[in-house]
């Protein structure tokens, strides 16, 4: 089993849909969670950490299960611009050793 | 501002030519590691830095090394680059040991052709 895994889609939504993902981790001693945000061809960009309660930053909604290990990002009312490939990082115990998903590509079409 | 800067951004050389990317940070950060990047395969880590003199093996550290002799900068060093190693490699950085959730910084990137 690969230590984190993403659907990588692709998942194509229409204008103001809600959309969501989520990444499953193996090792049940990770300790932090991120979603990236990564446009083509450039350098990812931290979208939002995860915390154990959930959080929510505008439009952007992140959940962790640790009981089933996993971690989810649910994007509401999407945009055009929120087109991009959404990657998830676990952090395991072994701090160095950050782990990504392979991302998940979503399109939004008008 | 806070900077992690990859240099070069683009680079097409051939087997064998010993080639350093270079990175270099301003946010006196302690954490540094390199990724590539491979369609199909997401980034996977080569090597990182928990701070000065200390340095690791990622999942993928094969034909690469790495050093670090001050904090600020951490170049990767292919000795003997194959076809196999074009890939976009990307640099990152982040607060480290102080700080569990520390998200990391990238670089812009390089994209490194081999022939």
């Known amino acids: 089993r690969k230590e984190v895994e993403q659907d990588p889609g692709p998942f194509n939504v229409p204008e103001g849909a809600t959309v969501a993902f989520n990444c499953t981790y193996s090792?049940?001693?990770?300790?932090?969670f991120f979603w990236y945000r990564q446009d083509c061809r450039k350098e990812p960009k931290l979208l939002m950490s995860v915390y154990s309660s959930g959080n929510e930053d505008g439009r952007f909604t992140a959940q962790l299960n640790r009981a089933s290990q996993y971690i989810s990002l649910l994007i509401r009312d999407s945009k055009l611009s929120d087109s991009a490939t959404y990657l998830c990082?676990?952090?395991?115990?072994?701090?160095?050793?950050?782990?990504f998903g392979q991302g998940t590509i979503l399109t939004v079409h008008p | 501002e806070a900077q992690v800067t990859q240099n070069p951004r683009y680079l097409i050389t051939v087997t064998g030519k010993k080639l350093t990317v270079t990175c270099s940070q301003n946010?006196?950060?302690?954490?540094m590691s390199w990724y590539r990047q491979d369609p199909g395969l997401g980034l996977r880590q080569i090597y990182y830095?928990?701070?000065?003199?200390?340095?690791d093996k990622g999942d993928v550290p094969e034909g690469y090394k790495v050093s670090r002799k001050e904090k600020r900068n951490f170049p990767l060093i292919l000795e003997s680059p194959s076809p196999n190693q074009t890939s976009l490699y990307f640099c990152a950085t982040s607060g480290g040991l102080s700080s569990y959730n520390s998200p990391l910084h990238f670089g812009n990137g390089t994209r490194l052709t081999v022939t």
């Open positions: 090792n049940s001693a990770s300790q932090s």
């Open positions: 830095s928990m701070n000065v003199e200390v340095t």
């Open positions: 946010m006196n950060h302690e954490y």
């Open positions: 990082v676990v952090n395991p115990p072994s701090y160095g050793k950050l782990t």
